[in-house]
């Protein structure tokens, strides 16, 4: 095991964040649910995967920094997982504040992020120190750079589609999501971003490690289904278009603004 401890960061789990009534629509809450241990819920998290997924062998951890949860109250994914993200920086950033400057910068109406340049750009805005922000407009294709990255640290914000055939313990990058939260390919209609954090390797398959706002559960995640799921990215929720509420989109909608793209955050370490 020490090999692969070499690469496992475990920061100090943050305390909660002081919540501050917003005066737009319905207030903002963001709570930390009760952490467990940061190493017993990796190897729990590995041992249900091996189990799952009959393996002979439990998967090797290739990397991982520990992310705190945070759960998310409206349509605010990726302002979570940027939160979450912002705790490997000295000066770490509420959901709260993040919605404020993404609101008041034309990125969001109700936290919504449909563009991985408005998440970009909003990392540029609040973090400090700012990192490194790569936009990977290829996606997840570049399977060893994505993974060579992860392993050196860098966290993967991505928006993949929640599926049935990845294993979060309830049941990263923007991804389609279905009902428990793990990638699917739905065009896009449960668009949801993730953080990825780390990586496990069995004899056969890669699997990221990620967080998202609707888990407080560590996400286990195919990373071939994450890929399909980025890449299916096409649309707005017909029921979202219905539903009376204005969303800030991209020129060019959700497929402009999410398809087949993902973002690196490079340098974030407390060390």
Not at 146 to 157: A, E, K, P, T, Y
Request: charged share 20%; net charge negative; aromatic share 8%.
């Amino acid at each position: 095991m020490s090999s692969e401890n070499s690469t496992m960061y475990f920061p100090p789990i943050p305390p909660a964040p002081p919540l501050e009534p917003l005066l737009v629509n319905k207030p903002l809450i963001t709570n930390y649910t009760s952490p467990k241990d940061p190493q017993e819920e990796l190897l729990e998290a590995r041992d249900k995967l091996r189990l799952r997924e009959g393996l002979k062998e439990a998967p090797r951890i290739l990397s991982y920094k520990y992310v705190a949860p945070i759960l998310q109250d409206g349509p605010k994914c990726g302002l979570v997982a940027l939160c979450m993200a912002s705790y490997f920086t000295p000066h770490p950033i509420s959901v709260d504040h993040l919605y404020e400057v993404a609101r008041l910068q034309g990125y969001t109406n109700l936290g919504e992020m449909f563009s991985v340049d408005f998440m970009a750009a909003l990392v540029r805005h609040t973090f400090q120190p700012c990192p490194q922000v790569e936009i990977l407009h290829q996606g997840l294709q570049d399977k060893e750079n994505v993974l060579r990255h992860i392993q050196n640290g860098s966290l993967l914000l991505v928006p993949p589609v929640r599926a049935k055939i990845t294993l979060d313990l309830d049941c990263i990058n923007s991804y389609d999501a279905d009902g428990n939260h793990s990638p699917c390919c739905r065009w896009g209609h449960k668009a949801h971003w993730a953080i990825v954090s780390g990586a496990l390797q069995s004899q056969d398959s890669c699997y990221l490690l990620a967080r998202q706002g609707k888990s407080r559960h560590l996400g286990v995640w195919l990373y071939e289904e994450v890929r399909l799921s980025n890449q299916n990215l096409e649309e707005l929720d017909p029921g979202r278009v219905m539903d009376g509420h204005t969303y800030v989109l991209p020129p060019g909608g959700v497929a402009a603004g999410l398809q087949g793209q993902a973002i690196l955050l490079h340098g974030m370490s407390l060390d």
